[in-house]
């Protein structure tokens, strides 16, 4: 299988090159050469997609399977599938939950509305620019595309750090705010499991959109925390909280508390999608604890959490730790 990686660099897309390369594809990256590193054997192109002529690296060449992470400008993923249509079997797009429009309700499907946006449009916010881009994707593919609108996604190599910080967090040791409840339903996808679902439908050229994510429940909140415990076999005693005094101090779900968030949230969706397509198309989640473990044994490797590769840099996820101490101390929850 010839499978080509625009990017391949990044969190998603070096576990794809990755992925690959322990297949015995014959992998090829395209990309500007300035991030990151890939496997001994994958061929390396290079250019820049946003770019006048900055395509044509890909000019000649023939790939049974692409492979596009791109979260940029809408027209560049439209002028990049152009480019391949002739040489391509299938084309992956990894979009995103996000692209769909708010108000969004519990249980959303993928033929649910989506934010609206132009196939080659400049730029835009997040959603835009996904939902742009799974349009210009669909334009020049047709069924040959794959759609794969991933939710959370946890695991080794993770550039948001997400659960990184909670491993670092739990790894400190003490008492450490837990929020509640901790039977609270998780929906996430580890990088892995996404990435070889991809790989293996898109192999077998299965075109479509699929909301690509565990069920909800597929973890709880108690046991995402347990198995960082465990993990880090840090000296830490979660204290669980209600929702409702975090709330009430200003604490963000997802930013301040990463992964968490409450039932009756208005952004409690992202842990409620309908995913009954990809499960029925394949997809397979590994336990919780996997997961958490893995990316302990990723982060004690590397040191940190790094940076997004040739995108700009999101604004650091977590509380700090005095917040967290006064939380802590105003809730009653230290010494308990």
Not at 225 to 231: Q, Y
């Amino acid at each position: 299988m010839r499978l080509l990686v625009l990017g391949g660099t990044g969190f998603v897309g070096g576990a794809t090159v990755t992925e690959g390369v322990r297949r015995g594809w014959s992998v090829t990256v395209f990309n500007r050469g300035l991030h990151g590193t890939t496997p001994e054997g994958v061929r390396r192109l290079r250019g820049d997609r946003s770019a006048p002529d900055g395509l044509t690296a890909l000019a000649d060449g023939e790939w049974d399977l692409v492979v596009d992470t791109w979260d940029g400008a809408p027209r560049a993923a439209r002028d990049a599938a152009r480019a391949l249509v002739d040489r391509v079997g299938s084309y992956v797009y990894v979009s995103s939950g996000s692209v769909y429009a708010p108000p969004v309700a519990s249980g959303v499907g993928e033929d649910a509305a989506v934010v609206d946006a132009e196939p080659d449009a400049d730029d835009g916010d997040y959603a835009h620019n996904k939902s742009g881009g799974e349009r210009a994707v669909r334009e020049v593919f047709g069924d040959r595309a794959l759609v794969a609108r991933a939710g959370l996604i946890l695991g080794p190599g993770e550039d948001i750090g997400r659960l990184p910080w909670w491993l670092g967090r739990v790894a400190r040791g003490g008492e450490v705010l837990a929020p509640g409840p901790a039977d609270l339903p998780l929906q996430y996808v580890d990088v892995r499991d996404l990435v070889g679902w991809m790989l293996d439908r898109g192999a077998e050229g299965r075109g479509g959109t699929f909301n690509v994510v565990s069920r909800t429940g597929h973890a709880t909140m108690g046991e995402l925390l347990d198995a960082c415990v465990a993990a880090t076999g840090a000296d830490a005693r979660l204290r669980w909280t209600d929702p409702e005094p975090i709330l009430a101090a200003g604490v963000v779900p997802w930013n301040d508390l990463p992964v968490w968030i409450p039932a009756g949230h208005e952004y409690r969706w992202l842990q409620e999608r309908g995913v009954e397509r990809a499960y029925a198309a394949g997809l397979t989640c590994r336990p919780v604890a996997e997961t958490v473990a893995d990316t302990w044994a990723w982060l004690r490797q590397v040191g940190t959490v790094p940076p997004r590769a040739g995108r700009p840099q999101r604004a650091p996820v977590g509380l700090a730790p005095e917040r967290e101490a006064a939380l802590l101390s105003a809730t009653g929850a230290a010494g308990a």
